[in-house]
């Protein structure tokens, strides 16, 4: 039984998985300075915030992220809740901070309960009604592809009939302070397998995946708009924040989401790269790419146009993949039409027509947590 | 580099290595899986930070103890001591939450062998200058897929680590 995307849904700095998937085809980034983080003193003002939703409480801005991207989800989706017991649906979220800024405004009264991953992924099964297996990852910036790889592993196994899963990141203050303080956060534009790449830059945003079985899919006569594949994981084991120079961690991930989908490299039409456009991790993640396709595959990366959103972001390139695979077009690497020679990838720095069957979705993290996702398209 | 509300953190961490280490020596390959569950881990980290952070001023914060802020640092951290290279999968919540997804994944064939820990303060943060704190070492259990699929085959409750 294959897992089948029936809905997707995205809020970025760009706007919604539409305005995203326009926005980066076009080339934009949202990146801009910010007035209240010069003023608070911060040494990078520069990031991609999502504008376009009220500001509202800024200790609940993920709920109204995910509030939104999942409305977006279910109504694509179109029914795909309707006559599902709530026992079999589940629901699976990544976060990297949680509510961030419940941290940075705590009060005596504070309660961890009420900001982590897991009270994000409760609002989430709320929203919803399921009380099927509720799991919320804390897998940092690789959070998304745990969360879509778990659900679409409980969908094939028939643990549940509908399975909701994405990721979540509002706005940190925490990690602009700690991403700058730690030389890792460029300055001016996230410039991902460019050559004098200064670094990553911060963003917000949600993403959600509507995932049911082919077989409810064709009951219900649904339209799929993409198959989900395996989820390769792999570690590191090697230091808290930086990456094996080798790539050996992430093509350990890429190889067994292939494996594990019973695929070769070649039949992998496009990979949606980390890419956080920092030179240590850009490297390595190109040194994993030229050992799993040494035939080479096209590469991009959209951290040049929404920002790094942490937990939310392989959840947010997720969508962006599946609209790719629906699309036949591999998007471009924003900010980045001058990839650097020394990586030896073909960087797609306009968007490439292509007849995409497969692509990978890839996502690593502190910690030397590496994934990879196989999506196809849809029959 | 790390402030002090890491410490506790990095110990219990450390703790969690030694048992594994002292249960079976042989671990790494890329069929080992470590799961951590946690509802608290980075909490107090990242209210510690935000402190120092607004203190010293952003500008000028001391980066050591950000790492910590995440919940998969303490995760990071066994991985690392005891070179695992599977799957490493912090899930925000129980001991059981962590065995399910361990069980889900022996299941499917994306591990052979998994390390579940579920690691918390005995105290969690409420105030926003956290103390140093105390961590228990919840459940600690070694599941293997076969056979059977997902038994424990391993067992070790720890005290709480006094610092």
Sequence with gaps: MSALVTGYGAVTALGSAPDTWDGILAGRSAARPWDDLADEGFAVTTACRVTHLPAGDPTRRGRALADAALADALALADGALDGVAPSRVGVYLGTTMGESAGYEQATSSFSAAAHHGGALADHVASLVGATGPVRAFGTACAAGNYAIGAAAAAVRAGRVDVAVAGGVEPFSRIAMVGFSRMRAMTPDLCRPFVAGRRGMQLGEGAAFVVIESSARVAARRARARAVVGALGLASDAHHPTSPRPDGSGMASAMVSALSRSSLSPAEVGWVSAHGTGTPQSDAAEAVALRSVFPSGVPVSSIKGAIGHTMGAASAVETVVAVRALEEGLAPPNVNGSSPDPSLELDVVVTPRAADLRWVLNCAYAFGGLDSALVLGRAA | ?163
């Design chain 2, 1 to 163: 580099m790390r402030t002090d509300v890491s410490e506790p953190l990095v110990a219990a961490g450390d703790a969690v290595s030694a048992w594994a280490s002292s249960v079976l020596v042989a671990w790494g390959p890329s069929a080992d899986a470590l799961y951590v569950a946690t509802s608290e881990a980075g909490a107090a980290e990242s209210l510690a930070f935000w402190a120092a952070a607004r203190a010293t001023g952003f500008a000028l914060a001391a980066p050591g103890a950000f790492p910590y802020t995440l919940a998969n640092a303490p995760a990071g951290r066994i991985g690392t001591a005891l070179g695992i290279r599977g799957p490493s999968v912090t899930v925000l919540g129980t001991f059981d939450d962590a065995l399910a997804a361990a069980s889900d994944d022996l299941a499917d064939g994306l591990c052979t062998r998994a390390l579940v820990v579920h690691l918390d303060p005995v105290a969690p943060a409420t105030t926003t200058t956290p103390d140093p704190t105390l961590w228990r070492l919840v459940h600690t259990v070694l599941a293997a897929d076969s056979p059977p699929a997902g038994a424990p085959i391993g067992r070790a409750l720890a005290p709480a680590l006094d610092t």
